[in-house]
């Protein structure tokens, strides 16, 4: 027995809470655990615990003959931090070097307890060559000299992955693995952890809201209801009580509408020095209309997320344009200024890696959303841009950048030659109480309450986090919203709501909505048309059954 857990209790005293309340379950030596359960209940807080990342209140944890326990002193807990490793839920904390190297970091912390560079030539080559065996592990040997910010969102996950493999670690807890990656990515995936266990005799315990990956991975299952542990047993048994809870389905609903958004003849290119090729998209041509939502799909490298990004004006196709129906006059997305900063307000975009300040109050985070989409918010900071000195094509500049995730905006701003000070002083956050009611509204069709507007980031579950953020999305009632990869961690009930979520969200707002997914079941029950792209051009369009089925054919 590698780990027995007893008597588990956490609670979070800000919002009255309990996260986790008497849990008590044990792993065997080579075991793989899977724990599934609705968003809140306590799944991240569990993991964190196990990873000595996240105090707890009461019981103890006795891992490879040690006791941790609330009293327990640092020293005792760092050295549980060592034998263990966590991949966490949506964490993307990869250095900005290639796929390789990254893992020569983690290496290093292995040997000397720091993720520094060697110096030595001759040292950097064996720590490269160790480096390289890993990546072959998960199957990103073809990446290694490739920037890890470019890669897919799921060979990020893998690169992560191969991250803590490093560590050998004893206990290896991942949450959400597999999550934003194609159904090749995530059996590529599987295989790997399994001959980690095998190869490593490494205990895994995972969280995962994806039925298949429990049915593919886990030996057993843990059932967390409202931080109690409801069930241990066989997977399909598990699967069987918590799936028995799952709302019916909204039907979809034909909205006609006007085409708001094209793309006309957009190409873009992706080349890296000393690599070569790493994305292309060419002469492609698509129209998006209000009132419909559409799925885009295909294999992880494809360029989804790019052809999102050039919707939302925050990447610019090489050659073409992209169009935004705006006061009954097409705007190109690609020419900066007064006219694209206000048709662009009408754009809603939830990153695949997006952010949420951790400390912030969730009334905050709308109040600072409706800073950046109000037409009347925008006319003030060009009006502080002039007194600055600063052109409207700069001030349109500066607010894309802002709706970039944090790293990529830093990067942005860097090649502008600004910093965040002068974002401060020319785009401000709405008055708190003036943004309540678009708050509300907002949060409404997520199915959330009031009570979660005074409550801050770190105490929101995964779950909680994305719906928030799509709540974000909406505010100032979009023409078009582009969701690129945001439901990929929720569990099947709270999916479900979402979806029909989605599907009033169309009915009352009725903007032009497009979604990137590997979640190809929810793409199939909410979409209206589906794109597959691959190889660099649209494949197939039409009915989403047909497209989905002929890229499940493909794949």
Known sequence: MVLRVESLSKRYSSDNVTALDSVSFSVKTGEIVGIIGESGAGKTTLLRILRGAEPFDSGRICFDRM????????????????????????????????????????????????ESFPDDEGEVREYRKKAMEILKV????????????????????????????????????????????DPASRKALVETLRRVRDELNTSIVFASHNPQMHRALADRILLLEKGRIKDDGKTEKVLKEFLSGLEKPLEKEKIPGPTVMKMVHVSKIYDLFSYGRVFELLDTNLEFRRGEIVGIVGPSSAGKTVILRMMAGLELP????????????????????????????????????????????????????????????MEAALRRGEKAGIKDEVVDALSRAAELPESEMEERLREIGLDREVLKQLFKSKDPEKAKDVALAALQEMGLDRGILDRYVYELSGGEKIRVALALSLVFNPEVLLLDEPFGDLDPLTLRKVANSLKRVKKSFRPAIVIVSHQLDFVEEVADRCILIAEGKVIMEGDPSKVINHFNGSA
């Open 138 to 181: 998960v199957g990103l040997e073809g990446k290694a000299n490739l920037w890890s910010q470019v890669l897919s969102g799921g060979e990020k996950q893998r690169l992560i992955v191969a991250r803590q493999i490093a560590r050998k670690p004893k206990l290896l807890l991942l949450d959400e693995p597999g999550t934003m990656t």
């Open 67 to 114: 006791v941790i326990e609330p009293s327990s002193p640092q020293s005792a807990v760092m050295e549980f931090q060592r034998k263990t490793a966590i991949q966490l839920q949506r964490s993307f904390g990869l250095w900005p070097e290639s796929a390789q190297d990254n893992i020569v970091r983690a290496l290093r912390y292995v040997d000397i307890g720091e």
């Open 318 to 377: 090489d050659t073409g344009e992209v169009k935004l129906l705006h006061k009954g006059e097409w705007v190109a997305l690609g020419k900066f200024g007064r006219k694209s900063l206000h048709a662009r307000t009408h754009i809603g975009m939830l990153h695949q890696e997006f952010d949420l300040s951790y400390w912030a109050r969730v009334l905050d985070l709308f109040a600072a959303r409706l800073g950046m989409k109000d037409p009347k918010m």
